[in-house]
């Protein structure tokens, strides 16, 4: 293998331009590849796209394990980016009777981001189209992909015509139905796992509140610095702050809960029942058009596993491709992580390929492989593998406590239990502590001393997903213990005490 200079780059092939395949295309372009990206869906910069958008879409809550990643591979996009999120420092309960509780983050004041996800396209869209190596080819649907030959058959929409295209290597980030992933399990022996929970969601929308003076600009409804929580034990509402005072409300029941809204009648009944304080709020007309317009999603979960013999290979093929984000672990929202982590994946890639010292400007024989980028890709797989599974399960667990535990007095219990060892911890870190290193480090640190399994999750990027749950599980193991040292405790003392006070009725006898 041998390079022939920086003039001819290789040419890898994005398919899916959201986020993920945005930030994927950066990444490579900075370090010099030739970079197209295929997007089966138009512009999303067009209005048409945008009101197709906002029927679907639940808002974004971005944390730092996705800054961390928009950082390290663009730090000037990442600063400019945070200038257009609204911090959320806590989630604010609202119980059936209307009253409100606040349920901070992080005890030091850290924030979660809502950002509109077609804002944060938008967004890394334009930034990676500023880059002169990287084209965007929008209405393009991949049909299939010879990952041996290196070709795809493309369907240009468009243009009305099938189009063959080359490449020396493809980045899927094309979503939860992927079709690169289908590809690619012609050719990897995947045991792939597919899940739909019981459970749809719908969006809707809050409306902005009337100025405070005549003239004067729209007001929130709601604290537009809270993530804001109706849970209702088998279901529940949450709303996101927008920049034009809005709220984006996503509703989230069991399937069986939405049949049963079938009339108007019904849905304001319920509303009225279940979330009085909200549907004033949201307004019953407003409620009504967004049932009958907007449709109902299902929920699913992806991971991506392999037979014992294959471990090394279930995210890539050779030096052809590799899948990221939703492609390879589509998860349920609840935890907020599906966006930071499909980003993580793109931090993760670009640091292993630079350890290993990729030559974008490499020629490559025919027939041959890239030893060192198939080595970064297998490496991809071998290290990514258990994070991206911790991350799904982890966001499943996450519905349980967002519907029904947080109101529970043991939830809150546990909560303050947390930040009490919390606060006992020697050394404090925080996002900002760790975010430079991991533009050079995939995952740098372990947890020391107690950490909430929020905290990890949510503000610690350093820290891996499978590192997170394994600490979270070791911690929780440990309360178990406790508790049923004091359980012990308190009934042998009991047992004691009995056993004196019947001696000393005894005694008097």
């Known amino acids: 293998m041998s390079s022939v200079g920086p003039s001819c780059p290789r040419k890898a092939v994005v398919v899916g331009a959201g986020p993920v395949g945005c930030l994927a295309a950066i990444s490579l372009a900075k370090t010099g590849w030739a970079v197209d990206i295929y997007e089966g869906r138009p512009d999303i910069r067009l209005p048409s796209s945008k009101a197709a958008a906002q029927q679907r879409s639940i808002n974004l809550a971005i944390s730092a394990r996705g800054l961390a990643a928009i950082q390290a591979v663009d730090p000037a996009a990442a600063d400019r980016f945070l200038g257009t999120v609204i911090p959320m420092r806590g989630r604010m309960i609202h119980d059936s009777q209307g009253r409100l509780q606040s349920q901070p983050y992080d005890r030091d004041g850290q924030c979660i981001n809502s950002i509109g996800r077609a804002f944060l396209n938008e967004d890394l869209l334009r930034e990676a189209l500023a880059i002169p190596a990287i084209r965007v080819f929008f209405q393009h649907k991949v049909q299939a992909i010879d990952f041996d030959h ?38 990897v022996r995947m045991d792939y796992h597919q899940e739909y929970i019981p459970h749809d969601y719908l969006e809707l929308k809050m409306p902005a509140g009337p100025p405070t003076e005549p003239g004067g600009d729209p007001t929130y409804l709601l604290d537009p610095n809270h993530l804001h929580i109706w849970p209702r034990h088998t279901f529940m509402l949450i709303a996101l702050p927008n920049k034009d005072k809005t709220f984006t409300c996503t509703l989230f029941a069991p399937t069986a809960d939405f049949d049963r809204l079938n009339s108007d009648e019904a849905i304001l009944s319920w509303f009225q029942a279940n979330f009085p304080d909200a549907l004033p709020l949201i307004g019953q007309q407003a409620l009504l058009a967004d049932f009958h317009r907007n449709p109902r ?85 071998e290290t990514r593998h258990e994070d991206l599974v911790a991350a799904c399960d982890l966001a499943m667990a996450n519905y349980v406590e967002m519907r029904h535990s947080v109101t529970t007095p043991a939830y809150r219990f546990r909560k303050a239990l947390d930040n009490l060892l919390y606060s006992l911890n020697w050394n404090h870190v925080t996002a900002k502590d760790v975010v430079q290193p991991l533009a050079r480090k995939t995952f740098v640190n372990s947890p020391g001393g107690w950490l909430p399994l929020y905290t990890m999750v949510t503000f610690r990027p350093d820290i891996s997903y499978s590192t997170v749950k394994r600490q979270s599980e070791w911690q929780s193991h440990l309360l178990e213990m406790a508790a049923w040292l004091s359980a012990g405790v308190a009934v042998g003392a009991a047992g004691i005490a009995s056993v004196t006070l019947l001696r000393r009725l005894y005694s008097r006898a």
Request: include cysteine; glycine fraction near 8%; hydrophobic fraction near 40%.
């Open 150 to 187: 290196k070709t795809m058959a493309v369907r240009d929409n468009e243009g009305g015509k099938d189009v063959n295209v080359s490449f020396d290597f493809c980045v899927g980030a094309d979503g939860s139905y992927s079709i690169v992933r289908r590809q690619l399990m012609r050719v």
């Open 297 to 381: 999603s299902p929920l699913m979960s992806i991971k991506v596993r392999v037979f014992p013999s294959c471990f090394a290979r279930p995210y890539h093929y050779k030096d052809r491709a590799v899948i990221l984000g939703d492609s390879a672990h589509a998860m349920v929202p609840f935890y907020g992580q599906g966006l930071n982590c499909g980003l993580e994946d793109v931090r993760v890639l670009d640091i292993l390929l630079r350890d290993a010292r990729v030559d974008p400007a490499a020629q490559v024989p025919e027939g041959q492989e890239d030893p060192r980028l198939a080595g970064a890709l297998r490496k991809y797989s």
